[in-house]
């Protein structure tokens, strides 16, 4: 079973990773 740290470290990469990537679809248009 995930500890509640490793989920939220998980969150916090996946968000960090498609803000990136929102940032980079929106520099484009």
């Given at each position: 079973?995930?500890?509640?740290?490793?989920?939220?470290?998980?969150?916090?990469?996946?968000?960090?990773?498609?803000?990136k990537i929102y940032l980079k679809r929106f520099i484009?248009?």
């Open positions: 079973m995930v500890t509640l740290g490793a989920y939220a470290a998980f969150l916090a990469i996946m968000s960090h990773v498609a803000y484009k248009l």
